[in-house]
């Protein structure tokens, strides 16, 4: 289990990614960011949600070919992700 404040950079860094170019380093952290959403537990539903959401929302942007629709799916996801975070702080 990782600190808010690591989880809450990472989700940042996957803001950073999915805005940005879909490159191999981007995906990668996209993934990591899958990995970390799925694997915290979460008490607060919000945060719980959130998690749960960026889970349902990442694979198919980092799987193959991910269209306009999953990508904007995944940008929303991980702002909600971010602001569960900063309001568990």
Do not use: C
Not at 19 to 36: D, N, P, Q, S
Not at 62 to 82: F, H, L, R, V
């Amino acid at each position: 289990m990782v600190s808010i404040e690591e989880e809450l950079a990472l989700a940042k860094q996957a803001k950073a990614a999915i805005e940005g170019k879909l490159t191999t380093e981007a995906i990668e952290v996209l993934r990591k960011a899958y990995r970390m959403a799925a694997m915290q537990p979460a008490f607060a539903s919000a945060l719980r949600d959130a998690r749960h959401n960026v889970g349902l929302a990442l694979p198919p942007v980092t799987g193959g070919q991910p269209n306009q629709e999953e990508i904007e799916k995944a940008k929303s996801a991980i702002d909600a992700w971010i602001e569960a975070l900063e309001g568990s702080l």
